[in-house]
Each structure stands twice: as structure tokens, then as C-alpha cells.
């Protein structure tokens, strides 16, 4: 059983910073590609970032570019995700997500294997 645990998640002011962590835990597990989705009330759920195992593929999508950051510690299945200048829109519930198996493409939910049980964002102005 894998399971993923996401801490960093809290409120803050806009134009503040979070850093989101997530560890996997359970039995023997290197996953390909590590990422973070969110969802907002009412909405779907939406890539935020994501990066392979070697750190050398990394998919942003435009909600994310410059001002977030993903980084995935060498050696350990743990993922950040730096989030700076934020905005009253990034308040969402944040989801790790980990994908065990090589793929082309690691953007896409449907692409990830394990999920965490999510850690609230909330931007206020």
C-alpha cells in the first residue's frame, strides 16, 4: 500500500508564499513522475505542476509559470511545491499525486496512480 501525505497547507495573504510538501510512504515505491493537482469549489481539478524522477521533464501549466516552483528531492519519493506571489484564485484544495510507471506524459489526472487526501489552500486579499 502506498500512501501520500501532503503538510504545508494553511492561509495566507495575497501576494504571500507556501511551500507544499509531500512524502510517500508504504512499501518499496520510486515513482516515475510526482505532481500537484488542486480544486477549487465547483471546479474540476487541474494540474499545478509536475516532475519526473530525474528532475529533468517538469510540466507547468499557465495558472502556475513563474510564480510556482516543483522540486523533488534526489533519492526520496518527496515532492515541494514552492508557491509564491499568490493570488485570491489559488485557493484550492492541493492534491499530491505520484505515477508509478515510465509514461510520455505526466500531465493529466488520469495519468497518476496514488493520491493524497489533499491540504487546503486559502489566499485572501
Known amino acids: 500500500q502506498v500512501q501520500l501525505t501532503e503538510s504545508g497547507g494553511g492561509a495566507v495573504q495575497v501576494g504571500g508564499s507556501l511551500r507544499l510538501s509531500c512524502a510517500a510512504s508504504?512499501?518499496?515505491?520510486?515513482?516515475?513522475?510526482m505532481g500537484w493537482f488542486r480544486q477549487a469549489p465547483g471546479q474540476e481539478r487541474e494540474l499545478v505542476a509536475s516532475?519526473?524522477?530525474?528532475?529533468?521533464?517538469?510540466y507547468y501549466p499557465e495558472i502556475a509559470k513563474g510564480r510556482f516552483t516543483i522540486s523533488r528531492e534526489p533519492g526520496a519519493n518527496t515532492v515541494h511545491l514552492q508557491m509564491n506571489a499568490l493570488k485570491t484564485a489559488d485557493t484550492a484544495v492541493y492534491y499530491c499525486?505520484?505515477?508509478?510507471?515510465?509514461?510520455?506524459?505526466?500531465?493529466?489526472?488520469?495519468?497518476?496512480?496514488?493520491w493524497g487526501q489533499g491540504t487546503q489552500v486559502t489566499v485572501s486579499s
Open positions: 516532475i519526473n524522477r530525474k528532475s529533468d521533464i517538469i
Open positions: 508504504g512499501r518499496t515505491f520510486s515513482p516515475y513522475a
Open positions: 499525486a505520484a505515477r508509478e510507471a515510465f509514461g510520455d506524459t505526466f500531465r493529466d489526472e488520469d495519468e497518476f496512480d496514488y
